[in-house]
């Protein structure tokens, strides 16, 4: 995580609140953690725990369900896990990111528009979705319609955009291409087919 930083990118740690006590792939099942919190918070979510005090940039949300928090949604949605753990018990103050939405887990039992908004309501700052730029758009309007029927607070997403915004900052991102122009659509074709050759959907 370190070296990333000191290379001027911004590094990500995943998938919190870690995959250890579970058997299942998140990508197929929602797994669910019947561990105690107490040896949860003392073995899998301890790494997570120290990158935060060594000053982590953003930290992936795991689609796991931890049984004497959440109940029966998933880390990645469940507001109260967010706020407790991440935000309040270790102070963290930095970006909050989905794991991808599209992911069975998720699809099968919540659908895209269902899942954006529990995304959003729990506390994520950036929703990971792969899907098609037409979808992407689809997904874009649906906030657009929750922020104007007041089912999703503006002020909410302003946060989030605070935050990005302090990261770019940070790393000195801007929104301009360079002089090198980057293909875009060669490199996700490029990503399909190896997601392809290792049987990923």
Known sequence: MKELQRQGIVSV??????????SQDSHFFLPKIKTKMEQLEKEDMYPFEQAIKN??????????????VTRELPASLSRKFITKYLRKKYHYKGLIITDDLKMKAIKFIYGKEKAVRKAFEAGNDIILFRISPDKQKQIINHIYDLVRQGKLKENRINKSVKRILNIKQKYKISDEFTEEEINLEE?????KEIRQKCGIE
Request: proline content about 3%; hydrophobic content about 45%; charged content about 15%.
């Open 13 to 22: 740690i995943k998938h919190f609140p870690g995959h250890g006590a579970v």
């Open 55 to 68: 000053g982590a940039d953003s930290i992936l949300m795991g689609h796991l369900v931890v049984k004497s």
């Open 187 to 191: 490199i996700n074709e490029q990503i």
